[in-house]
Structures are given as C-alpha cells and as structure tokens.
Antibody, heavy 121, light 106 residues
Framework: EVQLVESGGDLVQPGGSLRLSCAAS????????MTWARQAPGKGLEWVAN????????YYVDSVKGRFTISRDNAKNSLYLQISSLRAEDTAVYYC??????????????WGQGTLVTVSS | DIQMTQSPSTLSASVGDRVTITCRAS??????LAWYQQRPGKAPKILIH???SLESGVPSRFSGSGSGTEFTLSISSLQPDDFATYYC????????FGQGTKVEIK
C-alpha cells in the first residue's frame, strides 16, 4: 500500500525557515517524480514543486522560486521541502504527492495527509 | 501560464441527481487533464486522468470528457459520499488547478 507521511509543519514568524519531510513507503520511491503541493486555509490547491527521480531536474511555481528548495534522499525513501523567507501567504497545508509518469510529471496519483505551516508573528 | 476556470463554484444537488462540472483552460491542453475529489479535512484523491480515463477503483458513475480547452466531469447518480469539492488540473505545461467546485447537499 502506498503511504506518504508528511511532517515538519509548524508556526513560524515571517522571514523564518522550516524543513518539511515526507516519508514514502509501499512503492519504489526512486522510480517516481515527486511533488509538493499546498492549500491555503479555505482555498484551492496549488502545485509548488517537482523533483525528478534522481534529483537532476526540479521545477517550482514562480511564487516560491529562490525561497523554496525541493530535495530527496532515495536511500531513505524521503522527500523534503526547505522553505525560507516565509510570508503570510505561504500559510497552508503542504502535501507530498507521487507523480504519475516516468519521463514527465502528469497528474498526482497518491497524496499524503498534509502538514500545516502557519506564518504569523 | 495556463489558467484553469471551473464552473460553477458551488453546486447544490440531491442524492440521485446527475451533476456536471465544467473546466475551461486558457489555451489548448489536448487531453492533459485530471480530476480530483477532496472531502473536508482530507487529501485530494485522483478520479480521472487524460480527460476521460477512470482511475482504478473509482466508481463508474464518474466520467470525464472533453479536449482542447473545455472539459466536463459528470456524476451520473450522486451518492452521499460524493458531496465534496472537485478540482481539475492541467499537465500540458507545468501544473495548475482550477479553483474548485463544491458539491453540496440541496
């Protein structure tokens, strides 16, 4: 059974930093692109970042470029999102998701339950 | 950037009703469209990919159609479990979601 479990969400002051983690199990982690998406309270879904199987390609939504870094450790079956220079508008539930597709990211076929990041003073 | 627009934003319906949700893309995306269901407090769940391909395990009352810039998600006979918010998502160029359609009980 595919499982994705996020952790690391917290209350952070504006300008602060945080590292989110996602522990994957139930599939061959190193064979899949992986994704972070987010959902602000009461709002819709927003794709945030993708990373290729070997970490050689990464894509980010414009609003987080230069502030967020996606990474992975295939030996630990783990995905990470380093988030910095946090703003109030980054407040959201952050989801880890598995990406369907091998050479390209198509849709997201499995999602974790999410971890809440709150940016507030 | 490709923008995705769903309509309506909210839909009131009764158990047994047929409902249809529309998703429009700001430019042609071929058939590169997925639909998700999200229940309150839960993660999204993939329903349909490539505009009309039903994911394994998804009830056959769900169906998708369309290509280019206009797409629809239909539920043939609404069940209690179907009251949720539905999102479309394009993957032709990067990845963007529609704003969501909430299906609520009439």
């Amino acid at each position: 059974e595919v499982q994705l479990v996020e952790s690391g969400g917290d209350l952070v002051q504006p300008g602060g930093s945080l590292r989110l983690s996602c522990a994957a199990s139930g599939f061959t982690f190193s064979s899949y692109w992986m994704t972070w998406a987010r959902q602000a309270p009461g709002k819709g879904l927003e794709w945030v970042a993708n990373i290729k199987q070997d970490g050689s390609e990464k894509y980010y939504v414009d609003s987080v470029k230069g502030r967020f870094t996606i990474s992975r450790d295939n030996a630990k079956n783990s995905l990470y999102l380093q988030i910095s220079s946090l703003r109030a508008e980054d407040t959201a539930v952050y989801y880890c998701a598995r990406s369907a597709g091998y050479t390209y990211v198509y849709y997201f076929d499995y999602w974790g339950q999410g971890t809440l990041v709150t940016v507030s003073s | 950037d490709i923008q995705m627009t769903q309509s309506p934003s909210t839909l009131s319906a009764s158990v047994g009703d047929r409902v249809t949700i529309t998703c429009r893309a700001s430019q042609s995306i071929g058939k590169w469209l997925a639909w998700y269901q999200q229940r309150p407090g839960k993660a999204p769940k993939i329903l349909i990919h490539e505009a009309s391909s039903l994911e394994s395990g998804v009830p056959s009352r769900f169906s998708g159609s369309g290509s280019g810039t206009e797409f629809t998600l239909s539920i043939s006979s609404l069940q209690p479990d179907d009251f949720a918010t539905y999102y479309c998502q394009q993957y032709e160029s990067y990845w963007t979601f529609g704003q969501g359609t909430k299906v609520e009980i009439k």
